[in-house]
């Protein structure tokens, strides 16, 4: 029985091999996967994330939280205020304008319910990557990611 034909045996693709694209699309199937399985407990992949964060990070300012995650403020005020209200994380003040960030109980919970959710997508990808080298990838990645940052690229959207 033949196989259906697909977009890709009709149409020519021209960034197929351009890095970016490649990097993009590349994230959104990662991601997606890891959203679908994040949804499942009430959390978007940035709230996970966050709570990852600030979980390694106990007592950190909400604004080096952003800056890590390349997140802008007035972005990161929402973020924050619905893991709150959720009852995941405390919010308690420093000094006039800043915010330090623990986790709640039920948020520790939630963090190592996330990070089983992040390991297991993560082991899913790396048995696609069966035979090539992660660490490499991993590696250059980390490389491309520094230089960007050196040179003023990485943008807060």
């Given at each position: 029985m033949d196989q259906p034909e697909t977009?890709?045996?009709?149409?020519?693709?021209?960034?197929?091999?351009?890095?970016?694209?490649?990097?993009?699309?590349?994230?959104?199937?990662?991601?997606?996967?890891?959203?679908e399985a994040l949804a499942e407990i009430g959390l978007r992949p940035v709230e996970g994330t966050i709570l990852t964060l600030v979980g390694a990070n106990p007592g950190?300012?909400?604004?080096?939280?952003?800056?890590?995650?390349?997140?802008?403020?007035?972005?990161?005020?929402?973020?924050?205020?619905?893991?709150?209200?959720?009852?995941?994380l405390e919010k308690s003040p420093v000094d006039g304008r800043s915010l330090a960030l623990s986790l709640t109980g039920a948020g520790e919970a939630a963090r190592a319910r996330v990070d089983a959710i992040m390991a297991a997508n993560e082991a899913r990808f790396e048995?696609?990557?069966?035979?090539?080298?992660?660490?490499?990838?991993?590696?250059?990645?980390?490389?491309?990611?520094?230089?960007?940052?050196?040179?003023?690229?990485?943008?807060?959207?």
């Open positions: 977009p890709e045996d009709r149409l020519r693709d021209p960034v197929a091999s351009h890095l970016g694209y490649m990097l993009r699309r590349a994230s959104a199937v990662v991601m997606a996967r890891l959203g950190c300012i909400q604004s080096d939280l952003g800056r890590m995650l390349g997140i802008k403020r007035a972005n990161m005020v929402p973020l924050i205020a619905a893991l709150a209200s959720k009852g995941l048995g696609l990557l069966a035979g090539q080298d992660g660490a490499a990838l991993r590696s250059a990645l980390r490389s491309a990611l520094r230089l960007i940052a050196e040179a003023g690229d990485g943008r807060a959207d």
